[in-house]
């Protein structure tokens, strides 16, 4: 049963029979067979039938939810019984916002020193998919913002305050200034990161409430290639703080703090809320409440 819910999961997610089967590692009728013999168990049909797949039934629906639950609750036993037997060992899957990637290490050193045993694997993400991911066991934890979106049914740890520089090269406008305000990036030429990114959203709406529109002449969803374009002396950007030190590119590109307001936002640690948590979760919690109180 809880490999049929899992292939069911699989297949509410992917949306496709045989994306789901080549995720789950069988063939797709074997799949296809494993949903019908779910739906007899039930009594109940989950998946609305056509030439292809067309979504879930509302009994469907509720299925799912269950069906996470099962799953989740079956891999924290598991996971609990090995920990027992072996110690904490495994692999945590981190989803993190792009501003966010520079900090990761503080958390994922101090805990590989502690629990050595311990692998991971970090990629970026949108806040929106981080939390998606989570819902759907894609990833075990997410690095994002806590106090601007809703964030649903999870388990928050702040980490810490993100507020905002104007980053540009040496000898650009406003280069030589010790601070700046929000009206004043309207005279530049900036570049940010996607619409889609939750930092981009921050920033307009800040820049927004200044009374300045946000028109980037670049876009992109990588810190890297936006701090790269701000190297050349042709661009300037607005990126949290020490951002443009964490990614090495200090040199020659100065950050200057933006005032009139100053504002800030929360970031910090998010994971499924259960309980109980895997052992894993639960000792990435505990290190990222570590991580927050310094």
Request: proline letters at 6%; hydrophobic letters at 40%.
């Amino acid at each position: 049963m809880i490999d049929k819910l899992e292939f069911f999961i699989a297949l509410a997610r992917e949306g496709h029979f045989g994306r789901a089967a080549e995720e789950c590692g069988i063939a797709q009728p074997s799949l296809s067979a494993a949903i019908r013999h779910l739906e007899d168990s039930l009594g109940v049909q989950l998946v609305v039938r056509g030439s292809r797949y067309q979504g879930l039934t509302p009994e469907g629906q509720r299925v799912l939810e269950w069906a996470k639950r099962i799953v989740g609750d079956a891999r924290t036993m598991r996971e609990e019984m090995r920990a027992a037997r072996k110690g904490l060992a495994g692999h945590i899957r981190l989803a993190v916002i792009p501003t966010a990637l520079a900090m990761v290490p503080s958390l994922t050193g101090p805990f590989q020193t502690r629990y050595p045993d311990v692998t991971f694997s970090v990629v970026s993400r949108t806040s929106l998919q981080i939390l998606t991911q989570l819902d759907n066991f894609e990833i075990d934890a997410g690095i994002t913002y806590l106090d601007n979106e809703p964030l649903g049914r999870v388990v928050s740890i702040p980490l810490y305050s993100e507020s905002y520089n104007l980053v540009t090269a040496d000898g650009t406008p406003l280069s030589d200034r010790k601070q700046v305000t929000w009206t004043e990036m309207a005279g530049l030429q900036l570049c940010l990161l996607t619409p889609d990114m939750q930092n981009r959203r921050i920033i307009s709406q800040h820049l927004a409430e200044a009374g300045v529109t946000a028109r980037p002449m670049l876009e992109s969803n990588s810190m890297v290639t936006l701090l790269a374009h701000v190297g050349t002396g042709r661009w300037a950007s607005i990126m949290p703080q020490n951002v443009a030190e964490s990614f090495g590119f200090s040199h020659n590109i100065r950050t200057i703090p933006i005032v009139e307001p100053h504002v800030s936002h929360t970031v910090g640690l998010v994971a499924p809320h259960r309980e109980p948590n895997t052992p894993l979760v639960s000792a990435l919690l505990h290190e990222a409440r570590l991580l927050g109180k310094s």
